[in-house]
């Protein structure tokens, strides 16, 4: 949400932090059509990397900061969980 993303920034930006922008990309499952799976999670992950640099654009204006980008694939809850660690 942009409200999270907002107060993340600013307290970031207050505390002299840094600030990480995660966007997870879970698995196509086609296995019977690798080339289709190998386009979908292409497509997934342009789409990302759009959205994130819309994000971290929106991040600077607000606060200068340039947060870090990252894209990982996997279940949306074990990844958030293993970038945390």
């Known amino acids: 949400s942009r409200t999270a993303?907002?107060?993340?920034a600013l307290r970031a930006r207050n505390v002299g932090g840094l600030l990480a922008l995660l966007h997870v990309v879970e698995p196509v499952d086609f296995h019977e059509w690798m080339s289709i799976a190998?386009?979908?999670?292409?497509?997934?992950?342009?789409e990302a990397e759009r959205l994130l640099h819309t994000l971290a654009s929106e991040v600077r204006s607000l606060t200068g900061l340039v947060p870090?980008?990252?894209?990982?694939?996997?279940?949306?809850?074990?990844?958030?969980l293993a970038d945390i660690r």
């Not at 993303?5 to 993340?8: D, E, H, I, K, S």
């Not at 190998?38 to 342009?46: I, K, L, S």
């Open 5 to 8: 993303l907002r107060f993340a």
């Open 38 to 46: 190998d386009a979908m999670e292409q497509e997934q992950r342009e």
């Open 68 to 80: 870090e980008l990252q894209i990982r694939r996997g279940r949306i809850g074990e990844e958030i």
